[in-house]
């Protein structure tokens, strides 16, 4: 009997290492040493995933000099993929190549299953790619008069043969293409299989085309990525106003439509559902792909988007008990939620965690995953509906607070929503008390040159969310705001940038006659409002946790990531911290979307720490309303901000002028 002669390959970076036959594949020692090597074609030299690179050289620690002459020239296959597709100078299509002698064989990150991508959170998370889909090539026997085995059967028999995959289902769709493509592909096609369980899409020979979405469904806008499902690469992104606005600005209002008007919930739902797909068509177009290679999207709302975007009436959420319909995650057809991608490819949908701290929330603990850090986090996605969340590896607690559009400039007399013009960073000489201010859309400031030029086309147009924060804050700091969050009308006789209104006192920004923008008491009230709301709620979790600090902060949400941290503390937004550890963090909703679209056991993690989360009803908390009447104060009654304090001088108690019932001004004392 021929003893066949054997050889060490060791693998980097894993370090796996085993002797082999000579004349063995690459990719099958791999696979056999448990090495992560791709592979969609299954060895035929066709897909490419399985490149390796020769390491050369001598490695005492391994004992081997590895050099060419321990592989196979190239093969025929691997000739003609060269050829075909390109094959950079050193790499090796690992399915091609045997082993003739010892030798260290690289595997590229692009080349192994289960790589690793970083997503931009607050901790630049890597995340292991491990999608739900997965394709396969293979070639099928063909039917026999004498062997009357179904035409699925015979896949399934070759997705074990070739693949090791037992016991798969097929969708009924699937199953109705399935003999047209087979005969197409002369008997050779690729599947796609979710979760290694069930067929959901085919294509006649083969196909590696995959894609998939992860779409952050908000109130106000809908943002949406385009992600090539095995590299994780985000190839295009986009994002719109939720169509459902037309029908009410906030979430109450659109419930309520759908409780006064019979029938509204579907037209909520056709809505939602036409923006998203109105995304679809953009992403694909940017990419310059079918929206049919979309396989797979993973959705992220508040749950009354979660709701509507299922077709499932929100009036139960719209009062309490705030009951949700389910609180578990879903998988979907797409073609059941109209989505216009691969109608077979899967539509999940995170779980909500309560009646009205949603999905969303979920997709921001799967992001900044705060419970696997010992340091207490507290997580505030500041939109109409704070949604706050706070703990550590030992217990996570979360709750939503009701801060109303305040934030997103809303209920604010100069008002208006982040777009070009508007006001978003306020400065404000603490002597002259004139502001100056840079508005969206232009990096200057109000008082450097070019600045009109350069705002000709917007013009200055009103005060996003960001800076009536920052202009509220530095009001303070100058003395035109006290401490309870009264404009000092003692100022006005002196300063032109305080003027009498009606009972009370206006500070002016920009006196221009066509449209000037004033800060009214009236919004310095609805700010403070919205602030104590989500201080007391912050506040109560802490008290629920049994800590008086926290010792970090993240800011998420369309809004929440364009505040500046110091400002949102010198207004007493969130609680006292050092503000190092107190971040924005973008939309960290969309990163956990993406990070479950892009591993598969994420999702998993997700519907397990849901039921993990200890969930705090902020509206029945007897303490609430004292917390909340304590916060109204700049930047708090009691709370000492001793950070905050280090770096910024707080101005102290004062006294102001208000005027009262008969008209006339009297001072009134700070409490
Ligand atoms: S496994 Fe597809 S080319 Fe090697």
């Known amino acids: 009997m021929e003893i066949l002669e054997k050889h060490l390959v060791v693998f980097t970076p894993s370090g796996k290492r085993g002797h082999f036959p000579a004349g063995t594949s690459l990719l099958d020692a791999g696979r056999s040493l448990g090495v992560d090597i791709d592979s969609v074609c299954g060895g035929r030299g066709i897909c490419g995933r399985c490149q390796v690179r020769l390491v050369e050289g001598e490695f005492a620690k391994h004992g081997v000099k590895s050099t060419k002459s321990g592989l196979s020239t190239f093969a025929k296959g691997e000739v003609k993929y060269r050829e075909r597709r390109g094959l950079a100078e050193n790499r090796r299509l690992s399915c091609h190549t045997k082993l003739l002698g010892d030798v260290v064989i690289d595997v590229p990150a692009s080349s192994q299953v289960h790589s690793q991508v970083v997503v931009k959170t607050a901790d630049n998370r890597k995340i292991e790619m491990d999608p739900a889909i997965r394709l396969h090539f293979i070639t099928v026997q063909e039917p026999d008069m004498h062997n009357p085995t179904g035409d699925f059967e015979r896949v399934a028999q070759a997705l074990e043969q070739q693949w090791g995959l037992l016991e798969l289902e097929c969708d009924l769709r699937t199953l109705q293409k399935l003999q047209k493509a087979l005969r197409l592909g002369k008997w050779e096609i690729t599947v796609a299989i979710h979760r290694d369980l069930r067929i959901t899409a085919v294509w006649p020979g083969f196909h590696d085309k995959a894609y998939g979405i ?270 309870d969050g009264v404009i000092d009308g003692s100022l006005a006789d002196t300063c032109p940038y305080i003027i009498p209104t009606d009972r009370t006192f206006a500070y002016v920004m920009l006196d221009n006659e066509e449209n000037p923008i004033r800060v009214y008491q009236t919004d310095v009230r609805a700010i403070q409002l919205a602030k104590a709301a989500l201080y007391a709620g912050a506040k109560l979790l802490m008290d629920r946790l049994g800590v008086d600090a926290v010792d970090r902060i993240l800011l998420t949400g369309a809004f929440g990531s364009h505040i500046d941290p110091k400002y949102a503390m010198i207004l007493g937004m969130i609680p006292d911290c050092d503000l190092d550890d107190v971040n924005a963090i973008g939309n960290a909703a969309s990163t956990g979307a993406r990070i479950a679209l892009l591993n598969k056991n994420a999702r998993d993690e997700a519907e397990e720490l849901v039921k993990r989360v200890e969930k705090v009803e902020t509206a029945v908390e007897p303490t609430f309303q004292q917390y909340f009447i304590e916060a109204m104060a700049l930047p708090h009654k009691t709370a000492d901000f001793e950070n905050l304090k280090k770096i910024v001088d707080l101005p102290k108690p004062s006294t102001a002028t208000i005027v009262d019932g008969s008209g006339r001004r009297r001072r009134r004392r700070a409490k």
């Open 214 to 483: 992860a779409v952050d469904v908000g109130s106000t806008t809908i943002a949406m990525h385009l992600c090539e499902l095995f590299s994780g690469d985000v190839v295009a992104t986009s994002g719109l106003m939720n169509p459902q606005i037309r029908y009410g600005e906030d979430l109450m209002s659109r419930v309520s439509y759908v409780m006064m008007n019979p029938g509204g919930e579907v037209v909520l739902t056709d809505a939602v559902r036409k923006g998203i797909n109105k995304l679809i068509k953009a992403v694909s177009d940017m990419a310059n792909i079918d929206p049919d290679h979309i396989l797979n999207a993973v959705f992220v709302g508040n749950p009354i988007m979660h709701h509507l975007i299922l077709g499932i009436d929100p009036t139960e959420l719209g009062g309490a008990p705030f009951a949700l319909t389910t609180n578990s995650g879903m998988t979907l057809w797409a073609s059941e939620i109209d989505l216009i991608s691969n109608p077979d490819g899967r539509a999940y949908f995170l779980p909500c965690i309560a009646g009205h701290v949603g999905a969303d929330t979920t997709a921001v603990i799967l992001s900044e995953a705060p419970h696997l850090q010992e340091r207490i986090t507290l997580i505030v996605d500041v939109g109409t509906n704070a949604e706050l969340v706070l703990g550590n590896n030992e217990r996570l607690l979360a709750a939503s607070s009701p801060t109303g559009p305040a934030f997103e400039g809303a209920q604010i007399a100069c008002g208006q929503r982040a777009a070009p013009g508007a006001i978003e960073r306020v400065r404000i000489d603490p002597i002259t008390k004139k502001a100056r201010f840079q508005v969206i859309g232009s990096a200057l400031w109000s008082d450097e040159e070019g600045f009109s030029e350069a705002t000709k086309k917007s013009g200055v147009t009103g005060i996003c969310g960001s800076g009536i924060i920052e202009a509220l804050a530095e009001m303070y700091l100058a003395g035109i705001l006290t401490t």
